[in-house]
């Protein structure tokens, strides 16, 4: 099964190789079809946010603000058009001040554009979905700083279907800069209204090879640039005058996390900018925890926990032995949940209106787990708190089968 999940990912991020996916620059939206318009006009009514996804568990009310970024240093890999650079939409989540009043965010604005991804059902609960953070929000008053996490969504994933684990950091205390790279997923929507989607295999610049691992590579070192340049853009906006001016923890550095080849970028930009205190990667194994991007014997200073679904020595047993490598120290867990899958990282499972109270309770426990290893473990090596996740690594009940595997000197002196 975990292959078959593997491939699929491989094949959905080098593109549709029937050439139906979205062009590179479609019409705005001022030229969209006037039934498309009036569609777009009869927004069904807002669904109660509890009613789908779990709730935050921190002591923050949050925030969603969203940026259109564009790096003109860098050209875009994932295509062949000369010129074209690197852009992307970045989503941050943060605590916002609890007397604001506004409306809840749309979950996924852009949703129009992926209608062919679900079912009609499916689609008119996304649409009418909405975030429990409100667009636009102000920070609490006063000066205090918060650390900050970047997220990188898995393949063919959109970043806000991530929300009830970026939500519920951002309501510990965290800023999280979820990133929604172009070319990822068949839509993502700028603010001009030009929407950059998969490609079709003509117009991509990676090998035909579906499986090339040179393709996979490459592509993972492009997001991890993408992490890179958000932290710049971030930087930017403490030293500016906006809403996060010296707002944002950055000195300390900056927490990586992702799912899937997500969580591949996220082990491997840990390698490439010293500014990433350390990773978390959820299920990706592709390359093993990691790529090995500076060589076969570099692991990184930088701490990693590696969260997996289950054991995967069936898969790729080559996998575990990278671990040693990272001279920080890395923390494997495996979840060991029945019913818990690779994509229940993501909101998918809680898009299914008919999910049966039973199985929706067990999503909802291993959602819990997944949050609490994410939030101790970046409170923990790069907040300095290791109290809470000593006592998550060593706890044992039939409730949480989680199990916990320190490799290398992760509890080193001082931890």
């Known amino acids: 099964m975990r292959s078959y999940i593997i491939c699929v990912l491989l094949l959905a991020f080098l593109g549709s190789a029937d050439g139906t996916g979205v062009a590179r620059a479609t019409q705005s939206a001022n030229h969209r079809p006037q039934a498309a318009q009036l569609e777009a006009s009869r927004a069904p009514q807002a669904l109660s946010v509890a009613e789908v996804l779990p709730a935050p568990t921190g002591p923050y009310q949050t925030g969603r603000m969203s940026f259109h970024w564009k790096d003109n240093e860098r050209e875009e890999l994932e295509t062949k058009a000369p010129g074209d650079k690197r852009e992307l939409m970045a989503h941050l989540f943060y605590p916002r001040d609890a007397t604001a009043t506004g409306e809840r965010a749309v979950y996924l604005p852009d949703a129009d554009a992926l209608r062919r991804e679900w079912s009609d059902t499916q689609f008119t609960r996304i649409r009418a979905m909405r975030s429990f953070s409100c667009g636009n929000a102000p920070l609490p ?45 068949l839509a993502v929507r700028f603010p001009d209204g030009r929407v950059l989607g998969n490609l079709p295999l003509a117009e991509q610049a990676w090998p035909d090879d579906q499986l090339n691992s040179y393709a996979y590579k490459q592509r993972i070192t492009h997001w991890s640039r993408d992490v890179s340049f958000v932290i710049d853009q971030l930087s930017a906006l403490d030293n500016g005058s ?31 900018d010293t500014r990433v205190r350390s990773s978390i990667n959820l299920d990706g194994v592709g390359g093993g925890a990691y790529i090995l991007a500076k060589g076969p014997n570099v692991g990184g200073a930088q701490p990693l926990l590696w969260v997996l679904v289950e054991p ?63 939030r101790t473990f970046f409170d923990a090596t790069v907040r300095g708190d290791w109290a809470g996740l000593k006592r998550l690594s060593s706890r044992t009940s039939a409730a949480t089968p989680n199990t916990a595997t320190a490799v290398g000197p992760f509890w080193s002196s001082g931890r």
């Open 312 to 374: 995967i020595d069936h898969f790729n047993p080559q996998a575990y032995r990278t671990l040693p490598l990272v001279t920080g120290g890395a923390l494997r867990v495996f979840l060991n949940r029945p019913g818990f899958r690779h994509e229940d990282f993501s909101d998918e499972p809680f898009w299914n209106g008919s999910m049966t109270p039973d199985k929706r309770t067990a999503k909802l426990e291993g959602v819990s787990e997944v949050r609490e290893w994410v």
């Open 242 to 272: 906006g809403p996060f001016a010296r707002r944002l923890d950055l000195k300390r550095g900056v927490g990586a996390l992702g799912h899937s080849f997500g969580g591949t970028t996220a082990g491997t930009v840990r390698l490439l």
């Open 141 to 185: 008053s006063g000066t205090a700083r918060y650390p900050v996490v970047i997220f990188s969504p898995g393949s063919g994933s959109k970043v806000l279907t991530y929300q009830a684990l970026i939500e519920d950091l951002a309501s510990h205390g965290w800023v999280v800069a979820a990133i929604d790279p172009p070319f990822n997923t």
